[in-house]
């Protein structure tokens, strides 16, 4: 926890014991998720709701302090009312639709609310996994690779997330390996996908297999631990995967382990919600985040022709839609 973090949490105790004092913690607590978001990249903002990663390290447990939580949602939803629309926030790590309701109260600016189409049967979190899986098939194909029958994948985190893509993947025929650090979620994987082992949290990263998909927290790729890589590819729905960027992107290169850049395959769930907002269905919601495999194939042809790493190679092309003004 770093120390906007720390504040922010201190803030909204101090708000809980005085009353009295609550507008100018309302205030600073503003001014925390502000400060919190100034050095958020293009490339970032595109593949993160704006209650993950930062956000999402400062926010009280779900299960408790329930009065704390709302109002750390509530003081994001000022912020985003003051952006006016340029930022539309929705479901993400750790988060649920009652978090997206106190968001509501305070701007129109959010997504995921109860009733909405991304708020049910985690839809969301479907379409970020089905958006991974998309890209995990894209990569095998990239190296050759016709389909999954047979092919070990070695999933981190279980969660909403990790969870829906073991269930495209053991579909598709994939060998699972599976790792979380809540035992009863690995259990459940182990009864509901049959083949399917169990690997240390710790040390999943180190499996035998052709795919390793992150998908619980960000850093897990650091400089010790692409070392210890046993993969081809790595392409998981983690934010951030990469401790020390270049450092690391230039191990994975030089290993021969293909990178498929986190927010592009995790883009499943913002297109989700761009869509749902301008009033699409789940069918052509599926659609469109089934282009994700477009996606990353322009980016493995752009890293090839240019001689540079896949994730710069996302960043490139990223940054190209914004100076071009598309859409789409």
Request: aromatic share 6%.
């Amino acid at each position: 926890m770093d120390e906007a973090d720390e504040a922010f949490n201190g803030m909204v105790a101090d708000t809980s014991k005085d009353e009295t004092r609550g507008r100018a913690q309302a205030q600073a607590q503003d001014k925390v998720w502000m400060d919190t978001t100034k050095d958020g990249s293009f490339s970032r903002t595109q593949a993160d709701s704006s209650v993950n990663g930062t956000f999402g390290e400062g926010l009280a447990d779900p299960a408790k302090n329930k009065d704390i939580r709302a109002s750390q949602f509530r003081a994001l939803g000022r912020f985003l009312e003051r952006l006016h629309g340029r930022f539309v926030t929705g479901l993400d790590l750790g988060t649920t639709a009652a978090d997206m309701d106190q968001i509501r109260v305070e701007t129109a600016y959010v997504t995921d609310t109860t009733g909405s189409l991304g708020a049910q049967d985690d839809f969301t979190a479907d379409m970020t996994a089905y958006g991974v899986y998309i890209g995990i098939v894209t990569s095998l194909r990239h190296q050759g690779v016709a389909d999954l029958q047979g092919i070990p994948v070695a999933v981190q985190g279980l969660g909403k997330v990790g969870y829906a893509l073991c269930r495209y993947l053991h579909a598709a025929g994939a060998r699972l390996i599976v790792a979380d650090v809540v035992p009863e979620r690995v259990q459940r994987a182990l009864v509901q996908f049959s083949g399917a082992i169990s690997a240390d949290p710790a040390r999943v990263h180190a499996a035998d297999c052709k795919v390793f998909a992150p998908c619980a927290l960000g850093g897990v790729i650091t400089p010790a631990t692409v070392e210890e890589l046993r993969c081809s590819i790595v392409a998981g729905a983690a934010n951030n995967q990469l401790s020390e960027r270049q450092l690391v992107a230039g191990r994975m290169q030089a290993r021969g382990i293909l990178y498929a850049p986190d927010y592009v395959l995790s883009a499943g769930g913002i297109i989700s919600t761009a869509c749902e907002l301008q009033g699409a269905g789940p069918d052509l919601i599926r659609q469109k985040v089934a282009g994700i495999a477009g996606t990353l194939s322009k980016v493995y042809a752009e890293a090839a022709q240019s001689g540079i790493f896949t994730a710069d190679a996302a960043d490139r092309l990223a940054e190209a839609i914004l100076e071009s003004g598309q859409t789409d």
